[in-house]
């Protein structure tokens, strides 16, 4: 069975880096207003609300629209490996890797190996969700 995208159709690295960068200044920026609203940040409950509200910028995000807003900023979306729409399940599998390493630079950095590493460019949480990252 032949692959629904080419290699040149795969989000590059500096797209995908650039996507990231968009959503990661704007969902923390989200996510502090909200435990703003909700609680101090150091109170459990504003704690819960920071980490729902980030994390869930990203699996929202994809599962509804096959994108976040960062990604639809650096025109690139993601996808079933067959080329169909990403289901929920695979934007919860995709994004679980970040919520596991804690958003560390040591984690961002892995995941730039991984795509290198990768002949359809896929980071850790793509491979375990089997999805690709697509230029739109």
Do not use: C, H
Request: proline content about 2%; glycine content about 12%.
């Amino acid at each position: 069975m032949s692959k629904p995208y080419t290699r040149s159709q795969l989000a590059s690295v500096t797209a995908r880096g650039g996507a990231w960068l968009v959503d990661i200044v704007a969902s923390l920026v989200v996510a502090a207003v909200v435990s703003g609203v909700v609680g101090v940040a150091a109170d459990p409950l504003g704690a819960l609300a920071f980490l729902l509200v980030s994390v869930g910028w990203y699996v929202v995000s994809e599962a509804v629209w096959g994108r976040t807003p960062g990604k639809w900023v650096a025109g690139i979306r993601v996808v079933e490996a067959d080329g169909g729409d990403v289901s929920a399940r695979a934007a919860v599998v995709r994004n679980a890797t970040k919520v596991i390493g804690g958003g560390s630079i040591l984690l961002v950095l892995a995941g730039v190996v991984f795509i290198a590493d990768s002949r359809d460019n896929q980071r850790l949480g793509d491979r375990f969700a089997d999805t690709l990252v697509v230029r739109v």
